[in-house]
Each structure stands twice: as C-alpha cells, then as structure tokens.
C-alpha cells in the first residue's frame, strides 16, 4: 500500500513538516521530524510541534540532548489533486 494514500485528511487541509536539531551523545548532529495537522500558520505548527519534541517521551528518546533553539524548518506539504501529499521544494533553516 501507498503511504501517502494512507495519510489521513489533515484538519483545514494544512499539513506541516516541522524539524528541530539537536546533538546526539557522539556529537553528530541529528534532526527530528513532526508531521502536524490543523495549524494555521509556520508558526503555529512550530509551536504545536515544538510541544512534543518537549515532552517526556520524546526527551527520554534522544536522552535528553537539548534541541537547537535557533534551528527549526518548516515546510507546508501540498496535496495534488488526487489528494496524495507531497513535500514541494527545498527547505531550509527557520532561525527563530
């Protein structure tokens, strides 16, 4: 089965692809990606996602490596017509 087609309709159509970095125990860098629906702007899906790269579970899965507070990207995914999703473009670091 697709994946894509797998996804469910995000709330309001908007979905958001949010990253955040941090550095792992060996000093190599690492990103972690949400997917988050029904935000209404980067900003807000910053926000919605930035409150679960700070909870328990996930502090616990990158044992507790501080996340980059001056990195995040933000990239709002597109849905075609036959309602797959797709991640258009390139993105790049959101400073904050």
């Known amino acids: 089965m697709d994946e894509r087609r797998s996804l469910p309709a995000a709330p309001g159509g908007k979905r958001w692809l949010v990253g955040f970095r941090f550095r792992a125990a060996t000093g190599r ?7 988050v629906d029904g935000a209404t702007d980067a900003e807000h ?4 996602a930035a409150r679960r790269v700070h909870s328990v579970a996930e502090r616990g899965a990158r044992r507790d490596a501080t996340v980059d507070p001056d990195w995040t990207e933000i ?7 036959v309602g797959e999703w797709h991640l258009p473009g390139s993105g790049g ?3 904050r």
């Open 93 to 95: 670091s959101v400073p």
């Open 75 to 81: 990239r709002q995914m597109r849905r075609d017509p």
């Open 29 to 35: 860098l690492v990103r972690h990606y949400y997917l």
């Open 45 to 48: 899906a910053r926000q919605l």
